[in-house]
Every structure is written in structure tokens, then in C-alpha cells.
């Protein structure tokens, strides 16, 4: 909904009501992929922006994502599960921008551009996975458990069009959603609900391996 909000909701704006897959008695899987690679992509670099000083576009060398679930029955008509496993990458080149040929040496402060590598910010994977599991306990009550393992890719940003590599780092961390559920079909006119759920998460920034000077 995106006007007119129901009354649980604490502010208003849009608000979305997911209903999260369980599995159930028959077997289904599903699999989905996006990507580009550079070729598909067309190139704005006019001879007016290279005259303006914008040595080097803006590019995607490469963008994918893709991920697959499955659910079914772990015992027929007593429990069930649904898990699902994503992956995505990407590769970016900055504009304007090269590697730095004194970064990491402690002895200059300069920047002096390397020509031959342009800087790239990109990131790959991680698998993230999520689990559920769902219980029918008794004709009445059901049980439902649910894990999401969200963990950084790593991703190396490679500063800006006016920041050298050497100024940015590796974006690493992880988030995590735990949730538990219990409903019970009391009567006909009443549903009883209980549950809990946490939100973990650690994101920080470290070091990129250009500032580290090779052994």
C-alpha cells in the first residue's frame, strides 16, 4: 500500500506485507540469473568530455547475480523446509582514475598515475544463504523457524574521479536475522501468535591491499 496506512504501522509511506515461502509436500526448486558484461553496454566519452579532461569513462566490466532455492518436505505433513542460496558480483572502472605507482611506499606522498592499470572498484560473492523450517506440532499449533546469513562481499572500492585507490578500503562485515514463530488455531474466531526475532549485524572498513607493501 503507498497511502492510507493500516494502524500497525508506525509512520506512513509504503508498506509492504511479505508472506515468506515454507515449502510444503512436493518437491520445487528455482533457479534465476541476471548479467552484462561490458560489450553490452553502449559509451557516451565524446571527444568534448576528453577535451574537458576526463582522461578515462566510466565503465562496467562485468555485473552478474544469480541465485537458487528449493523447498520440500523433510516428513510428509509434519515438517518442511525452504532454503535458498544468492551470489552476485561486479566490476566497475573508475573514471578518470588509475592506481597510484606510490602507493604503499612510505618514502613519497605524491600521486603519480600507472596508465596501464585503471582504478576498479568491484566486489564478488560471498554465498549469502537463509533456512526456513516450519512444524506442524499438532493439527492447531505450527512452528516456524528462520536463519539469514548475509555476509560483506569484500568490496574494494577504488576512490573517485578525485581520489586515488590508496584513500578507500575493503568494505567488510556481516548481518544476521533470526526469527521464531508460534500460531495456534485456538477456535474458529481466534488465532494466538508469539514470536521473536534479532538483527545482528558488524560493518566496518579495512585496509586496501594496495596501501600494503608487497614482501
Do not use: C
Not at 525452504?82 to 561486479?90: H, Q
Not at 573508475?94 to 568491484?122: C, H, I, Q
Not at 528462520?146 to 577504488?158: H, K, M, P, R, V
Amino acid at each position: 500500500t503507498t497511502s492510507g496506512s493500516l494502524g500497525e504501522s508506525e509512520v506512513g509511506g509504503p508498506v509492504i506485507n511479505v508472506v515468506p515461502r515454507t515449502g510444503g509436500n512436493t518437491f520445487t526448486a528455482h533457479y534465476f540469473f541476471t548479467g552484462l558484461t561490458g560489450g553490452m553496454q553502449a559509451s557516451n566519452y565524446t571527444a568534448q568530455l576528453q577535451e574537458a579532461g576526463l582522461s578515462r569513462p566510466a565503465k562496467t566490466n562485468h555485473m552478474y547475480d544469480t541465485s537458487f532455492a528449493v523447498g520440500g518436505p523433510i516428513v510428509r505433513d509434519r515438517l518442511w523446509f525452504f532454503g535458498m542460496a544468492y551470489y552476485r558480483g561486479s566490476s566497475n572502472d573508475v573514471p578518470g582514475m588509475y592506481y597510484n605507482r606510490n602507493a604503499g611506499d612510505p618514502t613519497k606522498w605524491t600521486y603519480e598515475p600507472d596508465l596501464s592499470r585503471p582504478a576498479v572498484s568491484e566486489g564478488h560473492g560471498p554465498i549469502q544463504p537463509n533456512l526456513r523450517l516450519t512444524f506442524q506440532l499438532t493439527p492447531r499449533d505450527k512452528l516456524n523457524l528462520f536463519w539469514d546469513e548475509q555476509i560483506s562481499n569484500n568490496s574494494l572500492g577504488a576512490g573517485s574521479a578525485t581520489a586515488s585507490p590508496e584513500t578507500s578500503g575493503l568494505n567488510h562485515g556481516w548481518q544476521r536475522v533470526q526469527q521464531v514463530k508460534w500460531t495456534s488455531t485456538t477456535t474458529n474466531n481466534l488465532l494466538l501468535e508469539a514470536g521473536l526475532g534479532t538483527y545482528l549485524s558488524n560493518w566496518n572498513g579495512r585496509e586496501g591491499p594496495v596501501n600494503k607493501p608487497e614482501p
